[in-house]
């Protein structure tokens, strides 16, 4: 295993003040280090005799590494003795698992990711991949009605029934004021008058102008409300402005 020319084989000292599980740790984690990047048997064995000189300068005591080491190898035989008796059985369906293909990278990564797994359970896991559609990469939005996406307006009510009318604005969202406008003027009007439900005041809104701002909408109000004279309108529920001409 290679390293560099500037290493200096500098770990945790054995006589510092750490718990001694660190210590033993830090000789599995070597151990197991070296044992992923060999690719035998043998060039394992040339790196365990490396780690034992670097742990021999950290004041390791030779008992413990050589011990570490004997239970390390003896794991990992273990291990390898158990796989190759579980013989699969071929008769047996494997367990298929559906996964959304993303590039060809990633499927063949899944293979070797699902190999661990399916050796912990003794059963074949294999992917199956689907393919994305187009409706889910491209979401259709959904087209609001106009009255919710209505905001910053003068709007008028007329009701069907009578001459009785009214003039409002709102600076949010329309179908908000149209809510609220249930339990108003409008609203009672609708039920003492008529004892109809409020539930279909939009019916009978009409957009008189669009405004920037609030100053605007209580100028148009006011203009308005000079020129048709709603009945609803009550002074209470109006606002004094002061145009300038």
């Given at each position: 295993?290679?390293?560099?020319?500037?290493?200096?084989?500098?770990?945790?000292?054995?006589?510092?003040?750490?718990?001694?599980?660190?210590?033993?740790?830090?000789?599995?984690?070597?151990?197991?280090?070296?044992?992923?990047?060999?690719?035998?048997?043998?060039?394992?064995?040339?790196?365990?005799?490396?780690?034992?000189?670097i742990f021999s300068?950290?004041?390791?005591?030779?008992?413990?590494?050589?011990?570490?080491?004997?239970?390390?190898?003896?794991?990992?035989?273990?291990?390898?003795?158990?796989?190759?008796?579980?013989?699969?059985?071929?008769?047996?369906?494997?367990?298929?698992?559906?996964?959304?293909?993303?590039?060809?990278?990633?499927?063949?990564?899944?293979?070797?990711?699902?190999?661990?797994?399916?050796?912990?359970?003794?059963?074949?896991?294999?992917?199956?991949?689907?393919?994305?559609?187009?409706?889910?990469?491209?979401?259709?939005?959904?087209?609001?009605?106009?009255?919710?996406?209505?905001?910053?307006?003068?709007?008028?009510?007329?009701?069907?029934?009578?001459?009785?009318?009214?003039?409002?604005?709102?600076?949010?969202?329309?179908?908000?004021?149209?809510?609220?406008?249930?339990?108003?003027?409008?609203?009672?009007?609708?039920?003492?008058?008529?004892?109809?439900?409020?539930?279909?005041?939009?019916?009978?809104?009409?957009?008189?102008?669009?405004?920037?701002?609030?100053?605007?909408?209580?100028?148009?109000?006011?203009?308005?409300?000079?020129?048709?004279?709603?009945?609803?309108?009550?002074?209470?529920?109006?606002i004094h402005v002061?145009?300038?001409?």
């Open positions: 295993m290679y390293r560099k020319p500037t290493n200096t084989g500098l770990l945790l000292y054995y006589h510092s003040h750490v718990d001694c599980r660190y210590k033993r740790s830090l000789l599995n984690t070597m151990l197991n280090r070296a044992f992923k990047l060999s690719s035998t048997w043998e060039l394992f064995h040339q790196e365990c005799e490396r780690l034992k000189v300068r950290l004041r390791y005591p030779d008992k413990l590494v050589q011990s570490t080491i004997r239970q390390f190898v003896a794991s990992k035989v273990s291990e390898e003795s158990q796989t190759q008796q579980q013989v699969p059985d071929n008769n047996e369906a494997p367990i298929r698992i559906v996964l959304p293909f993303k590039d060809q990278k990633s499927a063949d990564a899944v293979p070797r990711q699902l190999a661990d797994p399916s050796r912990k359970i003794n059963a074949t896991i294999s992917p199956v991949y689907t393919s994305r559609k187009i409706k889910d990469e491209i979401k259709v939005r959904e087209d609001k009605p106009p009255l919710v996406n209505q905001r910053c307006v003068v709007y008028h009510f007329q009701c069907t029934l009578c001459d009785a009318g009214y003039v409002g604005y709102t600076c949010r969202h329309l179908h908000q004021r149209i809510e609220e406008h249930k339990g108003t003027a409008i609203g009672n009007h609708l039920k003492d008058q008529h004892n109809m439900s409020p539930n279909h005041i939009a019916r009978n809104l009409k957009n008189f102008k669009e405004a920037r701002n609030k100053l605007d909408c209580l100028n148009f109000k006011m203009l308005f409300i000079k020129e048709l004279k709603p009945t609803l309108n009550k002074q209470c529920d109006s002061k145009l300038f001409v």
